[in-house]
């Protein structure tokens, strides 16, 4: 017996030997696969700069995933069939870049070394990895002959520096083979010494298979003296290639193209039905036309974003289901079907995770309505803007906070629900955002509710059949953000959340600096939270400095004025919470439960 369980024992330390240095496994990681489809995956290795170093820089067979921001100076080596998930929110600077290289240097037969990337959302909260080659070798492929590279989302930059042998900045290096290089999604930029994607002078070979994404290169499966790779763009992509020399393209399979494509400065819609439906968010650069000729459809499917710096030609048919920005000296002429264009500018902001996105936004109105049901609507805000009567949010509406501005709502914003369910979500929500993360220089917003309701949320409930008392989605990722319940005879409302007899709906605060005070009479909104007489909602705070104060009866962060705390969740952030006459600072209101609340982080 003995005997058996040291056989096990010494089995369980050869096994465990072979394992990679610093595993850290998760199971259940999403990701979105090559069809767009959601996928959980176990097994999972975190990819740290301390795991790449304990491990040679190596990635060998399995799935990784990057959270965080991970940088690494050496170049990074991937071994076998290796999948990385890049978690919203993720950086993965490889300065050096990633080695991916064929391993018999035969481009006939495929790679044994391949590297598949994935991401786990479509829009702008995407993971992000930047690669960067040294000379002669690509950004992302090989030191030689490039391996198999699969890119299904995220953000994906990929440059080689110039230098002798014109090494790609997805695919091959100097003087070698492209290998086998597949985009199924994403945001890609490839740029190398005569061409992002392909490979290195005078070697042909490889493969080259765009179906989906947003793609900016300079060059695409040709140049560098005679070097093709078969390349094939088919779906609904978006191809931009920025470099026309020695062909731009390679054109070999021209009659089966689909996507929007642009060589040069100029674009033409391919399809072999005629028609094509734009899936992802992408942009017409500045000097560069777009040209739907006759015969040619053109669709903006729903919640998709064509941002146009640039000239749209419709001898065709443009129909717009989503937003057409036009951009600076962006103009279109001819018809467009559906929703019209929009003018605006493109604006820079943090997104949640803190990683510089930007957006398309249209003028502020000057009334008092933001947004359109069913749609999102991106708005910027800029210098000194005062609106004295209340603003009404409609859809889902963006704002962003630009350096130095203020935007005083002194009879406050509603941002109300649709039905009295805050587990369902809201047809209604303001998500907030900032330009910096430093105080003396980021956009401020004040908000101030009058009779009863909310500072930001929701209005002064005097009946329950009155759904616009129940907050919205409020969303707090940056800037300076002070919000003040109103108060009337027998009412109070919440600083952000819920107007009198409301609940506080759900607000989610990631960053800024936030101040939000209840207010009422006889009956008291919370700081953060429910109305008078309502329960908080659903409160998660991961970030952020929070400074909030009940009124009364109320809590500080939870329920109004005998009202349940809901919902809360703090899991990071500075939280200075002061409950008054009763009310919980993080709580429920005056004789009224606490409700469920976690704390995991912060101070």
Not at 204 to 225: D, K, S
Not at 251 to 273: C, H, M, P, R
Not at 368 to 374: H, L, Q, R, V
Not at 435 to 461: P, R, W
Request: proline share 1%; net charge negative; hydrophobic share 35%.
């Amino acid at each position: 017996m003995k005997q058996k369980i040291l056989s096990l024992i010494l089995a369980i330390c050869f096994i465990s030997s072979m394992l990679p240095v610093g595993v850290l496994a998760a199971d259940n990681v999403a990701y979105i696969d090559a069809d767009g489809n959601q996928q959980t995956q176990s097994g999972v290795t975190e990819v740290t700069a301390q795991y790449l170093k304990d491990n040679s820089n190596t990635l060998t067979d399995g799935w990784y995933a990057v959270d965080g921001t991970v940088e690494i100076a050496e170049r990074i080596t991937v071994t076998g069939d290796v999948h990385l998930i890049l978690k919203d929110g993720s950086y993965l600077n490889a300065s050096s870049g990633i080695r991916v290289q064929d391993d018999d240097n035969d481009v006939s037969n495929g790679s044994a070394n391949k590297l598949s990337i994935y991401a786990q959302s479509t829009g702008s909260e995407m993971g992000e990895v930047m690669a960067g080659g040294g000379a002669f070798v690509a950004g992302i492929g090989g030191d030689g002959n490039g391996g198999t590279i699969t890119i299904n989302g995220g953000f994906v930059t990929a440059r080689a520096a110039a230098s002798m042998g014109d090494p790609a900045g997805l695919g091959g290096g100097a003087y070698a083979y492209t290998g086998q290089i597949t985009i199924n999604g994403g945001v890609v930029v490839a740029n190398g010494s005569q061409k992002g994607i392909g490979g290195g002078t005078g070697v042909e070979g490889g493969t080259i298979e765009i179906t989906g994404g947003f793609v900016t290169a300079n060059g695409i499966g040709t140049g560098g003296r005679e070097n093709l790779a078969t390349t094939t763009i088919t779906g609904n992509a978006v191809v931009v290639c920025t470099d026309t020399y020695e062909g731009g393209i390679n054109k070999t399979d021209q009659a089966n193209w689909s996507g929007l494509i642009f060589e040069g400065n100029n674009g033409k819609v391919y399809s072999s039905s005629g028609s094509l439906t734009l899936t992802t968010d992408a942009k017409i650069p500045a000097g560069n036309t777009l040209d739907i000729e006759i015969g040619k459809e053109l669709i903006i499917d729903s919640g998709v974003t064509l941002i146009n710096e640039g000239t749209i030609t419709v001898s065709g048919t443009l129909t717009n289901n989503g937003v057409i920005a036009n951009v600076g000296s962006g103009t279109i002429t001819g018809p467009v079907g559906n929703n019209q264009p929009i003018s605006g500018e493109v604006v820079t902001y943090l997104n949640k995770y803190n990683r510089r996105r930007e957006a398309a936004c249209a003028v502020l109105p000057s009334g008092t309505t933001w947004g359109t049901a069913d749609t999102t609507t991106w708005y910027a805000v800029d210098g000194t803007v005062e609106i004295s009567e209340r603003i009404t949010v409609t859809g889902d509406v963006h704002l962003i906070l630009t350096d130095g501005c203020t935007l005083t709502a002194s009879q406050g914003i509603t941002v109300a629900d649709n039905d009295t369910d805050v587990n369902n979500g809201s047809a209604n929500s303001l998500t907030i955002y900032a330009q910096s993360q430093d105080k003396n220089t980021v956009g401020k917003i004040i908000a101030t509710g009058t009779n009863g309701n909310a500072g930001i949320g929701g209005i002064n409930g005097q009946t329950s059949a009155q759904l616009s008392r129940i907050a919205g989605k409020i969303t707090i990722n940056g800037g300076w953000v002070e919000a003040t319940g109103g108060s009337s005879s027998n009412r109070g409302g919440a600083g952000i959340g819920g107007g009198s007899n409301g609940s506080g709906g759900t607000i989610i605060i990631n960053a800024g600096f936030v101040t939000a005070t209840g207010n009422g009479e006889n009956y008291y909104g919370a700081g953060i939270g429910g109305g008078a007489n309502a329960s908080g909602g659903i409160i998660e705070i991961n970030g952020g400095v929070v400074n909030a104060a009940g009124f009364e009866e109320s809590a500080a962060i939870g329920g109004g004025g005998r009202g349940e705390g809901g919902t809360i969740t703090i899991n990071g952030g500075i939280v200075n919470a002061q409950g008054v006459g009763g009310g919980a600072a993080i709580g429920g209101g005056w004789r009224a439960y606490g409700g469920t609340i976690t704390i995991t982080g912060g101070r």
